[in-house]
């Protein structure tokens, strides 16, 4: 939406409102309101610069948004058109739609990072977030695909999820979620100031660094320390909020980005997906103890591939059978078992879904893919957030 925007200035505490009982009611409905890109009351954002109603009703509402040509302008003045509109007694709306002053957008990101530094680390040792690196040993075995169908289903559950396509090489997860336009683009993230705001798609926030690329067909061709600078950006610089998991897709092998990853998040915790082939099973079983050096917990591996269903109802095992399994008797131990999560068959609407950005989980939830993504949703759940360990910011009185 193309329109001039003005700095917006402080609001005028002595303007008084004409009908102060529909002025507080319209107030309140604008407190419904939410940030698309923020995902938080436009209210509690301090965006909402005045409102007033006339004595017929006519309400006039002025906002301020983060940047000028915010790619949220038109759905947030709708919603507030909408919300506004709402209330009984409301005979019309205006909205005038100006800018943030500096001051108010550098007060802004000093509150949406709770008092942390520019720059500092969310997801280190100490949160609450959960974080699961999703890693595999080799590519081609569907571990983006998991990931993405995966931070859908949580999301559909009501969980605050984030993913970090860490496949700086070969990024994929914007075009299964749908995020692409007819010609491969991703959407640019939103900038404020040195926040980045990612883009939202099925409820789950994503970063990747397809989303920064020119041509969708470039090849990313960086060293090991332009990756680490990159995956240090996508961890502190992008505005995730408050998430209950992260989900990180690494690429295949135990190159720079593990290791980067390995020392930026130790706290990490390892799923390991594989295809039921020998030879994948190997390759997988290297990337994991990788992982494990740099202090990570395997906590499960995923089979992928494991079969395709025939009208007879037998299993025709195209990639063979038992990789999982044995990747996950390798990897455990005595006091440390690593449990098979799940066993993900063959699925045309698991392939489907990833060519189409619609993920199976949702669009096709009978599919024996999606019902065993489901399994994997539901060890993840089950482990909760746990506080051993962790600095709670109490101080005894």
Wanted: charged share 20%; aromatic share 2%.
């Amino acid at each position: 939406m193309t329109r001039a925007m003005r700095a917006v200035p402080e609001p005028d505490a002595t303007t008084a409102p004409l009908d102060p009982d529909l002025t507080a009611s319209v107030t309140a409905a604008l407190g419904r309101v939410v940030d698309p890109e923020i995902r938080r009351p436009i209210a509690e954002l301090d965006m909402i610069e005045s409102v007033r109603v006339e004595p017929d009703g006519a309400a006039s509402i002025a906002i301020r948004l983060t940047i000028v040509g915010c790619p949220a302008a038109t759905a947030i003045e709708n919603d507030v058109r909408e919300a506004a509109g709402s209330v009984p007694g409301v005979t019309g709306v205006t909205v005038d739609v100006g800018v943030m002053t500096p001051a108010q957008r550098r007060a802004l990101t000093d509150r949406l990072r709770g008092g942390r530094a520019t720059r500092a680390m969310p997801f280190g040792p100490g949160t609450l977030t959960r974080v699961y690196a999703i890693t595999s040993g080799k590519g081609g075995v569907g571990k983006s695909t998991v990931t993405a169908n995966l931070a859908v289903e949580l999301a559909s559950r009501g969980l605050a999820v984030g993913i970090v396509d860490a496949d700086v090489h070969g990024f994929s997860i914007p075009g299964i979620l749908g995020l692409v336009d007819d010609h491969g683009l991703a959407p640019r993230p939103t900038r404020v100031d040195d926040m980045i705001l990612p883009p939202v798609s099925y409820g789950v926030k994503v970063i990747s660094i397809g989303m920064f690329v020119e041509d969708p067909q470039t090849a990313v061709s960086w060293r090991g320390p332009m990756l680490h600078r990159t995956i240090t950006q996508f961890l502190t610089d992008v505005y995730f909020g408050d998430l209950d998991v992260l989900l990180l897709d690494l690429p295949p092998g135990t190159g720079d980005v593990a290791i980067s990853l390995g020392q930026l998040l130790p706290n990490a915790e390892v799923i390991v997906v594989t295809t039921p082939q020998a030879a994948a099973a190997d390759v997988a079983e290297r990337s994991a103890l990788v992982a494990r050096q740099t202090g990570q917990r395997v906590i499960g591996v995923v089979e992928n591939m494991a079969g395709l269903a025939q009208p007879d109802g037998s299993i025709l095992p195209l990639f063979g059978t038992g990789g999982g399994a044995e990747v996950a008797r390798r990897l455990s131990a005595a006091d440390d078992a690593v449990p098979l999560l799940a066993s993900i068959p063959l699925s045309i609407a698991l392939r489907e879904g990833g060519d189409e950005g619609t993920p199976v989980v949702l669009t096709r939830p009978d599919d024996a893919a999606a019902r065993a993504i489901r399994v994997v949703a539901d060890a993840i759940r089950a482990r909760g957030i746990g506080l051993a360990g962790r600095k709670l910011g109490l101080s005894p009185v």
